[in-house]
């Protein structure tokens, strides 16, 4: 699976702060045995963030972004998400903060989110590097096959039951 890592961060563009997250995203995705595609910084900036997840999409199989999913007025990466996708997967979230809720309280705050477009799908994950991290290990285990599912390669589009 081909993945794309965007880390969004005004700090971390401008170079005042080092990118953690997204790194330690790149090197979870290699542990699964993914090829890591791109690992790119972008700025808090929704048309920008919009314009670059549908240049990829598409081309990669999976887009994890990482920041911009709180509650400041310069996160954004929830609405450009959510301005470029074709379907939302509102269960990817919901996982994600359930499992975030059983270490922080703060975990409801994220408002991340995730959809398909042209095949590939989009995750939002926080921008803490240790909440990054424990979001895709809630949520990694489905990923491979709802990018199956979306390109039209799985067997069917609902609940797996063994």
């Known amino acids: 699976m081909k993945v794309a890592v965007l880390t969004i961060s005004d700090r971390a563009f401008r170079g005042t702060r080092k990118d953690a997250s997204g790194p330690a995203l790149a090197e979870a995705v290699r542990a699964r045995g993914w090829e890591v595609a791109l690992l790119e910084v972008l700025p808090d900036e929704r048309e920008r963030i919009a314009e670059r997840l549908r240049e990829l999409s598409g081309k990669v199989d ?36 359930a499992e ?13 989110e995730a959809g398909v477009l042209s095949g590939t799908l989009i995750v939002n994950l926080p ?36």
């Open 127 to 162: 921008g803490n590097p240790k909440g990054a991290l424990e979001c895709l290990k809630a949520v990694g285990d489905a990923l491979a096959h709802a990018v199956e599912v979306a390109q039209g390669r799985g067997e069917h589009g609902g609940m797996a039951y063994e």
């Open 62 to 97: 999976l887009i994890l972004t990482t920041g911009g999913t709180g509650l400041s007025p310069r996160d954004v990466t929830p609405e450009a998400t959510l301005d470029v996708v074709e379907r939302r997967v509102p269960g990817i979230p919901e996982a994600m903060r």
């Open 100 to 112: 975030g809720l059983k270490r922080t309280p703060t975990a409801m705050l994220s408002r991340g």
